[in-house]
């Protein structure tokens, strides 16, 4: 079973950066696909970024552009590098595989927290 920890989230103004990182254990990460997913007070859970295992990414449009994921085989960590924030980036952000069952395995989170 996945194991995931999250962190690097804090407050920070509209404009600012942030990076988070995740550590996974309980899989083979070299060999996974991995994503970050947010989720907003009273809203769903949703897709942010994607990242294949030979390096390849995609965004979801309301971020692309501005975060960038990234992954460390070595370390068993994935990131997101989070620039140009904006108040309506202010979420908890989870990492995950990249088709993470809502009702599996998920961290603690990080809270991102965005201020106008």
């Known amino acids: 079973q996945v194991q995931l920890v999250e962190s690097g989230g804090g407050l920070v103004q509209a404009g600012g950066s942030l990076r988070l990182s995740c550590v996974v254990s309980?899989?083979?990460?070299?060999?996974?696909?991995m994503a970050w997913y947010r989720q907003a007070p009273g809203k769903q859970r949703d897709l942010v970024a994607v990242?294949?295992?030979?390096?390849?990414?995609n965004y979801a449009d309301s971020v692309k552009g501005r975060f960038a994921i990234s992954r460390d085989n070595i370390k068993n960590t994935v990131y997101l590098q989070m620039n140009s924030l904006k108040p309506e980036d202010t979420a908890v952000y989870y990492c995950?595989?990249?088709?993470?069952?809502?009702?599996?395995?998920w961290g603690q989170g990080t809270q991102v927290t965005v201020s106008s």
């Open positions: 995950n595989t990249r088709y993470a069952s809502p009702s599996g395995s």
């Open positions: 309980g899989i083979t990460f070299s060999i996974t696909n």
């Open positions: 990242i294949t295992i030979t390096g390849g990414t």
